[in-house]
């Protein structure tokens, strides 16, 4: 009996379940936003696990106005080398717990930033209440979902097509955007399907890590207006329509806005790093130089942003589809020892080709340019930061499990002081990886 209950308990845990609510980790998740509210069944308890490892190769080169390296200057860039990079994992644990009510559940086995095992976050979603007996909740759960835990906010469609440590697939290229919107924070998402628009409301606590000790207001520098914990809002409209076999076209507009935040990471809430290894610094590789070719504004304090997104994709016979997103992003912000706010603004558009019986291949191009207003430090003035960068990429994707991907990158910096590390700066390269998820 004791033999037969444990393999039944391993049945259970390790049981090839497709959950239609929560998003496939594989090639069937790419081009996926919002989930689409579908008709849920239960039979049971069900556990998926499932998991993504990336293991890339690089080959960048990198310079700046300091010359060559010298040790003990912080100006000159580390020589680098070609070289695999740490390779890095996630753990997927996903559950039908009842009727309607799912669990997502998510950690990074191994990480650029955090070497070690540790959870990203998890949160309960629930597309009928059951526990409630009356009519016009399941009415209303008719054409609703409800995140609630700790989860990735959901600002903008960029972050539906970014890689995340071990999990790369939806993303054609190698890395995310220069300003990258991205953050896991803890609160609770309403999304209101109604045909083919989908209207999105979340407050959270604006933080990564929360912070429970209250601001004391006296010490300069300590703002986060006048020490209380502001929550974070975020909205969103998307229109999304599958026209007919050959075109697809979804936009969005979305915002998000906090009126303080104690350390606020809106563009800098990554844990796991860039896959640009090793660019842009003056030390070696390490969990503390994890964010190489990314730039954060700085707007730990105060933060509004609003991002566009138009995706569009259009098939004009089998086996070919050409696919097209763009960004326009504006966001404004403020450190706590600041007083004024300062701009950031992004663009990001990109086209990508797939072909193939199974659209298993792809080559793309994309441009992204971000503009940032920084403010004057101890002997540096106020500067405009101006980043461009041009990625052409190539997959395949041998399997909807397996992948393997290259990219070449050119990235610019301009607007710099003097003594910056990016001081007429520029890196530029091959990067390969391969993947695979499940």
Same mark, same amino acid.
């Given at each position: 009996m004791k033999k037969r209950g444990l393999l039944t308990?391993?049945?259970?845990?390790?049981?090839?379940?497709?959950?239609?609510? #929560?998003?496939?980790?594989?090639?069937?998740?790419?081009?996926?936003?919002?989930?689409?509210?579908?008709?849920?069944?239960?039979?049971?308890?069900?556990?998926?696990?499932?998991?993504?490892?990336? !293991? &890339?190769?690089?080959? #960048?080169?990198?310079?700046?106005?300091?010359?060559?390296?010298?040790?003990?200057?912080?100006?000159? !860039?580390?020589?680098?080398?070609?070289?695999?990079?740490?390779?890095?994992?996630?753990? +997927?644990?996903?559950?039908?717990?009842?009727?309607?009510?799912? #669990?997502?559940?998510?950690?990074?086995?191994?990480?650029?930033?955090?070497?070690?095992?540790?959870?990203?976050?998890?949160?309960?979603? !629930?597309?009928?209440? &059951?526990?409630?007996?009356?009519?016009?909740?399941?009415?209303?759960?008719?054409?609703?979902?409800?995140?609630?835990?700790?989860?990735?906010?959901?600002?903008?469609?960029?972050? +539906?097509?970014?890689?995340?440590?071990? !999990?790369?697939?939806?993303?054609?290229?190698?890395?995310?955007?220069?300003?990258?919107?991205?953050?896991?924070?803890?609160?609770?998402?309403?999304?209101?399907? #109604?045909?083919?628009?989908?209207?999105?409301?979340?407050?959270?606590?604006?933080?990564?890590?929360?912070?429970?000790?209250?601001i004391d207001t006296t010490q300069a520098g300590n703002r986060y207006s006048n020490g209380k914990m502001n929550p974070a809002l975020i909205g969103k409209l998307a229109y999304d329509k599958q026209f007919n076999d050959q075109f697809r076209l979804r936009v969005s507009g979305s915002g998000y806005y906090t009126a303080g935040s104690y350390k606020n990471t809106l563009f800098g809430g990554d844990r796991t790093g860039s896959n640009y290894y090793g660019v842009m610094y003056h030390a070696a590789p390490s969990s503390s130089t994890f964010s190489n070719g990314r730039f954060n504004p700085g707007f730990g304090d105060k933060v509004s942003a609003l991002m566009g997104n138009l995706f569009l994709k259009y098939s004009p016979v089998n086996g070919v589809s050409f696919e097209s997103f763009t960004t326009l992003e504006k966001a404004k912000g403020r450190t706590a020892a600041e007083q004024d706010l300062r701009d950031a603004d992004q663009f990001v558009t990109d086209l990508v080709v797939r072909f193939g019986a199974d659209e298993q291949f792809y080559v793309g191009g994309r441009y992204n340019v971000l503009k940032a207003d920084m403010a004057a430090v101890e002997n540096t003035p106020a500067y405009k930061a101006d980043i461009s960068r041009t990625a052409i990429a190539a997959g395949w994707y041998m399997t909807k499990n397996v992948m393997a991907k290259v990219e070449y990158v050119k990235q610019n910096y301009d607007g710099f002081p003097s003594n910056s590390i990016y001081s007429d700066a520029q890196f530029d390269g091959l990067t390969l990886a391969g993947s695979i998820a499940f």
């Open positions: 308990t391993v049945a259970i845990l390790t049981a090839c379940v497709t959950f239609a609510q #929560l998003r496939p980790t594989n090639k069937d998740g790419i081009n996926v936003f919002e989930t689409p509210k579908t008709e849920t069944e239960f039979d049971g308890l069900k556990v998926n696990i499932g998991g993504a490892l990336t !293991l &890339p190769y690089s080959a #960048l080169d990198h310079s700046n106005a300091h010359g060559e390296y010298v040790s003990g200057d912080p100006l000159t !860039l580390v020589p680098l080398t070609n070289n695999f990079g740490l390779p890095q994992a996630n753990l +997927f644990i996903k559950s039908n717990l009842s009727d309607g009510i799912y #669990l997502n559940f998510e950690l990074y086995l191994a990480s650029r930033h955090h070497n070690e095992t540790w959870v990203k976050g998890g949160f309960l979603q !629930l597309e009928k209440m &059951p526990f409630l007996p009356w009519d016009f909740v399941d009415e209303i759960m008719e054409v609703t979902t409800i995140k609630v835990g700790q989860f990735d906010v959901n600002y903008g469609d960029a972050h +539906f097509r970014r890689s995340d440590g071990g !999990l790369t697939f939806y993303n054609p290229f190698m890395e995310n955007h220069i300003m990258d919107e991205f953050a896991t924070e803890i609160g609770a998402e309403v999304d209101v399907h #109604l045909a083919d628009f989908t209207v999105v409301g979340a407050i959270t606590n604006g933080q990564l890590n929360p912070a429970l000790q209250k």
